[in-house]
């Protein structure tokens, strides 16, 4: 991109009505808990900077209002004296929108926290997105939340909070199934520092709010199901049917284990261990936790999408799942198997975990945000935004002024062709295969497609959302075997018909100049044929004598 395609991009986004970044700091509070400082900047609508760098925040897709919902997150690690947010925010067409109110109370804003489980409900007419628990200073705690434009604390009985509804917990897995008809929740920390006697095993179903519009949870958990886990990934697996759940920790984090199984859900069958018989690299993604929400359904591909997340290796010798490294891996779930397509991606985000991943409809693509990007202690947090596009198979990161991905692809050209394609933003691609892939600000660009010894073809694109954009360029077939016809070929061609007109024109004013001479009775020329002399009548009879 160029910094003048930039500037007229941020310009038009500043006559619509965009303002920037305020900065400025809020206050909010929740339940009766202390209220706690928000870093960062509180409803200052349209903006194309992200949300500030930050891990364990919660993210989800909100079909209804046609955007992605985003709340919340750490600045860093405990260690670091990380800052936890109590921020709002949307992504809609490449464009994240803070939505903070300016002032928030007990009853309009839940507390600042970290690693709460949100999801999305709809059923019986209610949507909105919902949010349980999470850390909030160094304690778990087990509010519930919606959110449909603004937030409203249902938890079920202030004074007795966790009767009808799940324990306090922090890393719970959370999500949406639509099949059934609830939100599942599942595991968790039910102390602030997640050690061993604390990780849960209780599978709870949210259904939605009762006639006093408060939360309605109902505890689901029987003798078949996982380990006891946290920091699990959880998506709703849309192709089979079914909620997929994933590795995450089965020891405290002190000193964790973490675990590869994957498990599926329905109310019908329950849980059902769906871990291969044989685990192998290939067949199987490694131990890990994730943190956050690295995983999610992706309906363009109809495949649950994991990335990343903490690497726990296996030592062979002492079955030892010891900290590894941080790892930035993508595998794909659908019917039952698991695919590492990480080889077949160009490009990917760096290593992490603690980010967050969801669906954006409005874009077509799954939207990753933020994490940490090392070992926990040391790792800073992230704010880089990614798209994964079935438009191109591949990552693409969002930063700056609005972008997303154009792909070109061509017919008509032998394989392994060389074509070009030109933007009128002076952008220049090229290709020796079938399709052309790069990313670009929102913008209408004009564009000439071309390749040796073809006409050239010329279009415009409009790169708006939606998860970017796609053509198609058809090069004719040549019309000779030795190649078709080059410029010198058109300049003969074009040269004789020159010659044949202009002897047609000469004959025909030869002719015509014949005509006029031979009317007015000029002598011939010597190259004339002379006109051929008029017949002399006979000269008349006398008349017969008389007798």
Not at 390 to 407: D, H, M
Request: charged share 10%; aromatic share 12%; net charge negative.
């Amino acid at each position: 991109m160029t910094l003048t395609l930039a500037a007229v991009v941020v310009s038009s986004l500043l006559s619509a009505g965009w303002v920037p970044d305020s900065g400025g700091p809020v206050r909010a509070s929740s339940s009766g808990l202390a209220p706690s400082t928000v870093t960062g900047s509180a409803g200052s609508g349209l903006t194309v900077s992200p949300p500030s760098a930050r891990w364990g925040a919660q993210m989800v897709e909100d079909p209804a209002e046609g955007y992605t919902f985003f709340f919340s997150g750490s600045s860093g690690h405990s260690t670091q004296n990380g800052v936890p947010y109590g921020d709002s925010w949307t992504y809609e067409s490449g464009i994240w929108t803070d939505i903070t109110p300016a002032t928030c109370t007990s009853a309009t804003c839940p507390v600042a926290r970290t690693y709460a489980g949100m999801s999305y409900y709809a059923h019986s007419g209610q949507k909105y997105v919902v949010m349980f628990g999470g850390r909030y200073s160094g304690v778990s705690v087990g509010d519930t939340w919606v959110f449909n434009g603004t937030w409203n604390n249902v938890t079920p009985d202030p004074l007795t909070p966790f009767v009808n509804s799940p324990p306090p917990l922090t890393y719970a897995a959370m999500v949406w199934d639509p099949v059934d008809g609830y939100d599942v929740l599942y595991g968790g920390c039910t102390g602030g520092g997640c050690d061993n006697s604390t990780i849960s095993d209780q599978t709870w179903a949210f259904e939605g709010l009762n006639s006093a519009g408060l939360a309605l949870w109902v505890n689901l958990t029987n003798a078949d199901h996982p380990p006891s886990l946290y920091s699990s990934g959880f998506a709703f697996d849309s192709a089979d049917g079914y909620l997929v759940l994933f590795g995450g920790g089965s020891t405290g984090v002190s000193h964790p284990t973490y675990e590869n199984q994957t498990w599926s859900y329905t109310a019908l069958s329950g849980w059902v261990n769906q871990t291969d018989a044989v685990v192998t690299a290939a067949n199987t993604p490694p131990y890990r936790a994730l943190i956050g929400g690295q995983m999610a359904y992706d309906p363009t591909i109809r495949s649950v999408v994991l990335f990343g997340g903490q690497h726990f290796w296996a030592s062979p010798t002492a079955g030892d799942k010891s900290p590894n490294a941080t790892i930035n891996d993508t595998w794909t779930y659908s019917k039952g198997v698991w695919t590492n397509i990480t080889g077949s991606l160009p490009g990917a985000p760096s290593p992490r975990f603690g980010g967050v991943m969801a669906f954006d409809a409005s874009d077509d693509a799954l939207l990753l945000f933020g994490g940490l990007s090392g070992t926990e202690v040391n790792a800073p947090s992230l704010s880089d935004t990614w798209w994964l596009t079935n438009k191109t198979l591949s990552w693409w990161q969002q930063s700056g002024v609005p972008a997303f991905p154009v792909k070109f692809t061509e017919t008509g050209l032998s394989s392994g062709t060389e074509w070009w394609v030109n933007l009128s933003n002076s952008q220049s691609f090229k290709s020796t295969t079938t399709t052309l892939a790069f990313i670009e600000p929102v913008a209408i660009y004009h564009y000439s497609a071309s390749a040796q010894g073809y006409k050239v073809i010329s279009g415009s694109v409009n790169v708006s959302g939606r998860g970017g954009v796609s053509a198609t360029v058809s090069f004719p077939p040549k019309s000779s075997p030795s190649g078709g016809l080059t410029r010198l070929d058109y300049l003969l061609i074009g040269g004789g018909v020159l010659v044949v007109a202009i002897g047609l024109t000469v004959l025909i004013i030869h002719r015509r100049r014949k005509a006029r001479r031979s009317a007015a009775g000029s002598p011939p020329k010597p190259w004339e044929e002379a006109p051929a002399p008029e017949a002399t009548p006979p000269p008349a009879s006398p008349p017969p004598s008389a007798p």
